[in-house]
């Protein structure tokens, strides 16, 4: 009988060091599954999302067999219809490629795996999972970490922030909050503890 893997989504809002997290994680030895990199896998040159979105937007073709991500950015906020077209298209690709990620790991891999989805609450992904960890930052603290990403204005932040499920639900919704604001000592920290207790549960539960 394959063991149970515990199943730990890592989601946050934009600019909150989530990637930063995802890291610790790694160094610690837990397998992480990126939705950011399967997404851009899918939209470059063969990617299995390619052809789809181009129907969607046509414009969107970056000349080498991929989509210009960029491109479909204006179109997206400006068009919600757009949006959910989009997303139908994508997100269904990136939960099938999850899912075969998951089954591929054998029983060596270790107890936790975890499964790092920026918009985890807004499809419904923590349905997927056994425990949600959000990654959060004092607000100004997220907005000067975005503002410094090349392109970002204030306007593009404010559309990406609505796009989201504010910080203060997701960190309501979760079972653990990962704070990134106080240094990678304290977030180390935070990590440490909520895998302890995460194994710790399992064992009382099992």
Same mark, same amino acid.
């Given at each position: 009988?394959?063991?149970?893997?515990?199943?730990?989504?890592?989601?946050?809002?934009?600019?909150?060091?989530?990637?930063?997290?995802?890291?610790?994680?790694?160094?610690?030895?837990?397998?992480?599954?990126?939705?950011? #990199?399967?997404? !851009?896998? &899918?939209?470059?040159?063969?990617? $299995?999302?390619? =052809?789809?979105? /181009?129907?969607?937007?046509?414009? *969107?073709?970056?000349?080498?067999?991929?989509?210009?991500?960029?491109?479909?950015?204006?179109?997206?906020?400006?068009?919600?219809?757009?949006?959910?077209?989009?997303? #139908?298209?994508? !997100?269904? &690709?990136?939960?099938?490629?999850? $899912?075969?990620? =998951?089954?591929? /790991?054998?029983?060596?891999?270790? *107890?936790?795996?975890?499964?790092?989805?920026?918009?985890?609450?807004?499809?419904?992904?923590?349905?997927?999972?056994?425990?949600?960890?959000?990654?959060?930052?004092?607000?100004?603290?997220?907005?000067?970490?975005?503002?410094?990403?090349?392109?970002?204005?204030?306007?593009?932040?404010?559309?990406?922030?609505?796009?989201?499920?504010?910080?203060?639900?997701?960190?309501?919704?979760?079972?653990?909050?990962?704070?990134?604001?106080?240094?990678?000592?304290?977030?180390?920290?935070?990590?440490?503890?909520?895998?302890?207790?995460?194994?710790?549960?399992?064992?009382?539960?099992?």
């Amino acid at each position: 009988m394959t063991r149970h893997m515990i199943r730990l989504g890592l989601t946050g809002s934009i600019a909150m060091g989530k990637t930063t997290a995802a890291n610790m994680l790694r160094e610690r030895g837990i397998p992480v599954h990126d939705s950011d #990199a399967v997404v !851009h896998r &899918l939209m470059s040159k063969h990617g $299995e999302a390619v =052809a789809p979105v /181009l129907e969607l937007f046509p414009h *969107a073709d970056d000349g080498d067999g991929g989509i210009n991500r960029r491109s479909i950015a204006a179109d997206v906020f400006k068009h919600p219809e757009k949006r959910a077209k989009l997303e #139908a298209i994508i !997100h269904p &690709l990136v939960r099938h490629d999850r $899912e075969s990620w =998951a089954d591929y /790991l054998d029983d060596d891999a270790p *107890a936790i795996i975890v499964f790092d989805i920026p918009l985890l609450f807004e499809t419904r992904s923590q349905d997927f999972c056994d425990y949600v960890a959000t990654v959060s930052a004092p607000l100004w603290v997220q907005k000067k970490r975005a503002m410094s990403r090349d392109g970002m204005t204030d306007q593009k932040l404010t559309n990406i922030l609505s796009a989201q499920t504010p910080d203060a639900d997701k960190c309501q919704q979760s079972d653990y909050v990962i704070p990134t604001g106080y240094g990678k000592t304290v977030t180390g920290w935070y990590i440490d503890r909520m895998i302890a207790d995460i194994l710790l549960r399992e064992t009382t539960h099992a």
